[in-house]
């Protein structure tokens, strides 16, 4: 399928691992010119190179920190009219509300929640203008069902996701859509270093730990990053017009609820 968004310009925020870089890889795939930022050079420079050793596309790269103002006004200087945002930023640690002061929640906010609506106000009027924009935020399967020990990301999430449930329905006329992506266990860095974590606290090999988180999933596998871009893109495309303010679980049947 041509997903209609060839020749289209792109920010993706954290591009250069995991799912950031799955769906900075699809949506050059399809033709579309990609501007990532990540605040780690080497990284970000082997994807760049690797993206266009691929797909012969345009590919910018912004060494910096989206959550910091500097960051977003670094990328908005590279990508000043896009037609693409995909919001996406590291999650904030696991814990015990009870040990979380206000700074740490503040962080927390900072990155997950207006860190996303500062992108989406810089970039939101550019595209009703142009008559075609389509925002992603990359929050969390823990949107839809909380997970105890991430207390920072369900609130710092959900708050994005409240937010965005009311400007998408003001946006989409303008043939602008905001739609939010739901990941579960995908295999990236993230998730290995969460199984060491749990490993070492339960006082387990690796595997063993692996194995534990692996019978979460009826999918019996953890999410390829690739496969995560692909719905990412198909959601950016020219065929979505007619779909804005919706949360896409996407987590090898890990949710067990009907709705």
């Given at each position: 399928m041509d997903l209609g968004i060839k020749g289209r310009k792109a920010i993706v925020c954290a591009g250069s691992k995991g799912l950031g870089r799955?769906?900075?890889?699809?949506l050059a795939r399809e033709g579309v010119e990609v501007t990532?930022?990540?605040r780690g050079r080497e990284a970000l420079e082997k994807t760049a190179e690797d993206i266009r050793s691929e797909t012969g596309v345009r590919v910018t790269t912004i060494a910096a920190d989206i959550t910091t103002?500097?960051?977003r006004q670094a990328a908005l200087a590279a990508c000043p009219e896009p037609d693409i945002l995909i919001n996406n930023a590291g999650g904030p640690p696991p814990g015990d509300f009870r040990e979380w002061d206000r700074d740490i929640w503040i962080k927390a906010l900072d990155a997950n929640m207006l860190t996303p609506?500062?992108?989406?106000?810089a970039t939101v009027d550019g595209m009703i203008a142009r008559r075609f924009g389509r925002i992603v935020n990359i929050t969390s399967s823990a949107v839809k069902a909380p997970i105890d020990i991430l207390g920072l990301s369900n609130g710092a999430r959900s708050g994005l996701t409240g937010f965005v449930a009311g400007i998408a329905r003001k946006t989409i006329?303008?043939?602008v859509t905001i739609n939010n992506l739901l990941p579960g266990v995908f295999a990236t860095d993230t998730m290995f270093s969460r199984v060491e974590a749990a490993a070492r606290n339960s006082k387990m090999s690796f595997e063993d730990a692996k194995a534990a988180r692996l019978?979460?999933?009826p999918a019996g596998r953890f999410g390829d990053p690739d496969e995560f871009g692909a719905m990412c893109a198909y959601i950016?495309?020219?065929h979505t017009s007619y779909v804005t303010g919706q949360n896409f679980l996407i987590d090898g049947g890990a949710y067990p609820g009907t709705f």
């Open positions: 799955g769906c900075a890889l699809a990532i930022i990540a103002p500097d960051g609506i500062e992108m989406i106000k006329v303008h043939n019978k979460t999933v950016c495309s020219a």
